[in-house]
């Protein structure tokens, strides 16, 4: 017989931090984890004309399992959503 662990429960924290990002800028694997870092523009405008740099805003770690229910999850929604990646892909999806 076999012990299954019921689901933990969900709490909903409003006072989560919320990133803004603009992009994935990389992609690692270390042991069992997939770190992505995000990016975001900013621009200097102490000097004009004001210079843009792409500035790292956040770096998640996920576990390999986590980062495969994210792609899969994430894949979903964005179907249900008219945004299939594989359309973007092949090109005959406009990238919102």
Request: proline residues 9%.
């Amino acid at each position: 017989m076999t012990e299954t662990t019921p689901p933990a429960p969900f709490v909903d924290d409003l006072d989560a931090p919320e990133i803004f990002t603009s992009g994935a800028s990389g992609f690692f694997r270390y042991e069992n984890n997939i770190i992505i870092t995000f990016e975001s523009p900013r621009i200097d405008h102490s000097m004009p004309p004001g210079s843009l740099s792409r500035v790292v805003v956040a770096r998640l770690v996920l576990p390999l399992g986590g980062a495969q229910t994210l792609v899969t999850t994430l894949n979903d929604f964005l179907i249900q959503q008219g945004a299939s990646p594989s359309d973007a892909i092949a090109g005959s999806a406009l990238r919102q």
